[in-house]
């Protein structure tokens, strides 16, 4: 009787905390909703660095990781903030490359946000 209630005990236990750790992955999930941001044209490392830079200079931006070879940046943003689609856009263009779409949690952008 004993091992039967302690076994109960534990799994009830497990299942807890499973639970639990559930809830905050998905919590932490919600709170960085990425950007992603396609190039026109991104050819070499040095250009995605540049790019990278530029990013980084917007408010609420936490990371940002560039793929010459899908012509991407994707944007991590700080937690509990949502960087301006418009400032994000603009950064690219400062950063002299031309923006063609970005995917984010604003929406989905294929010309210049309005804000």
Known sequence: MYRTSLCLALTFAF???MTAQSRVANAAGASTTKT????KVLTCEN???KVAAKLNEVPGVESVKTDVKS???TVVPKSNATPSPLKLWEAIEKAGKE???LVGPSGTFTSKPKQ
Do not use: D, H
Not at 36 to 39: D, E, F, Q, V
């Open 36 to 39: 992603t941001i396609t190039l």
């Open 99 to 101: 923006p063609v779409k």
């Open 15 to 17: 299942a807890v905390c």
């Open 47 to 49: 250009c995605a660095k």
């Open 71 to 73: 012509k991407t940046a």
